[in-house]
Nanobody, 126 residues
Framework: QVQLVESGGGLVQAGGSLRLSCAAS????????MGWFRQAPGKEREFVAV????????YSTDSVKGRFTISRDNAKNTVYLQMNRLKPEDTAVYYC???????????????????WGQGTQVTVSS
């Protein structure tokens, strides 16, 4: 099966930055859209951002728009989430995910994603 491994999480002060990485294996990475979700303590899993197969089309949720940037490097089978101006409410476990059909964009619903990483913890202190 597809394997997704997140990395780059950690503890950061409010206003700081982190870059998350998600390394993929087990499928032709460049053919599929990739997304980031997060889950804070006591809350449901939340969509963060998605990027299409080519890297030309992206979408992010309003709460992170202008602060987070999703990108991908297909040569490295890796998708990134650059997180700037972090806030305490960004504290969560961040998950990388993929699925759907090749060359097809994914949306905001977690049901559209078939494969998930195990997550990386991001903690933003105030």
């Amino acid at each position: 099966q597809v394997q997704l491994v997140e990395s780059g999480g950690g503890l950061v002060q409010a206003g700081g930055s982190l870059r998350l990485s998600c390394a993929a294996s087990g499928r032709t990475f460049s053919r599929y859209a990739m997304g980031w979700f997060r889950q804070a303590p006591g809350k449901e899993r939340e969509f963060v951002a998605v990027i299409d197969w080519s890297g030309k089309i992206t979408y992010s949720t309003d709460s992170v728009k202008g602060r987070f940037t999703i990108s991908r490097d297909n040569a490295k089978n890796t998708v990134y989430l650059q997180m700037n101006r972090l806030k305490p409410e960004d504290t969560a476990v961040y998950y990388c995910a993929t699925g759907g059909a090749a060359y097809t964009m994914l949306g905001v619903r977690s049901q559209g994603y078939d494969y998930w990483g195990q997550g990386t913890q991001v903690t933003v202190s105030s």
